[in-house]
């Protein structure tokens, strides 16, 4: 198993453009989550899904959004990039029922 | 407004000693919490974890003691190895808090193990 993949490992965007962040999972995990990590923030919980088809808000929900059409992937979608969402963005996964989650390697974001 | 605290960024340990690492809430409705340890450049791995039912977890040389009257838990690792460096983060969660899969992360505690 590869287990929880994220990709692009880094990305520099310019403020008001838009990409999506990739996040896979081959655990066949129910549910499946974003955060993001500031320096002195810890991680704080953006969106998460309790199974294909359904979403939810997290903490820091604004100027972020997802979907989630299969069990395996849950991207995240920056609409509009702005400097205050430069930061280290980390899926995770966990059987239904389960607390423990099991993270991806992350994504470095810049916005200029 | 922090629900899960770890008041102490940084704690550096000699070799073989122990080392704790605290962790306080402020979220009554938690009944699960977990430690994730945290190398640079990787996503935080899944290190133990204690139900509120209990007040202590082993694991080899992790252990955890969770005093709900104070709100506070604790990471003990003895001995300490210098390949436990690395940030280590205090999580929570509970049925209460909507689902499983919303944990609460602390700030994180960078440990240092010196030889």
């Known amino acids: 198993n590869a287990g929880v993949t994220q990709t692009p490992k880094f990305q520099v965007l310019k403020t008001g453009q838009s990409m999506t962040l990739q996040c896979a999972q081959d655990?066949?995990?129910?549910?499946m989550s974003w955060y993001r990590q500031d320096p002195g923030m810890g991680l704080r919980l953006i969106h998460y899904?309790?199974?294909?088809?359904?979403?939810d808000q997290g903490e820091v929900p604004n100027g972020y959004n997802v979907s989630r059409s299969t069990t395996e992937d849950f991207p995240l979608r920056l609409l509009s990039a702005a400097p205050s969402q430069t930061s280290v963005y980390f899926c995770?996964?966990?059987?239904?029922?389960?607390?423990?989650?099991?993270f991806g390697p992350g994504t470095r974001l810049t916005v200029t | 407004d922090q629900q899960v605290k770890q008041n102490s960024p940084s704690l550096s340990v000699q070799e073989g000693r122990i080392s704790i690492l605290n962790c306080d809430y402020t979220?009554?409705?938690?009944?699960?919490f977990l430690w994730y340890k945290k190398y640079p450049a990787e996503g935080p791995t899944f290190l133990i974890s204690?139900?509120?039912?209990?007040d202590k977890n082993e694991d080899g040389r992790f252990t955890v003691f969770l005093n709900k009257s104070a709100k506070h838990l604790s990471l003990h690792i003895v001995p300490s190895q210098p390949g436990d460096s690395a940030v280590y983060f205090c999580?929570?969660?509970?049925?209460?808090?909507?689902?499983?899969?919303?944990?609460?992360f602390g700030t994180g505690t960078r440990l240092q193990v010196t030889l």
């Open positions: 995770a996964s966990s059987p239904r029922g389960y607390y423990e989650q099991y």
């Open positions: 655990m066949n995990h129910e549910y």
């Open positions: 899904s309790v199974g294909a088809g359904i979403t």
């Open positions: 979220n009554s409705m938690f009944d699960y």
């Open positions: 204690i139900s509120s039912i209990k």
């Open positions: 999580a929570a969660s509970g049925v209460n808090t909507g689902t499983a899969s919303k944990l609460t």
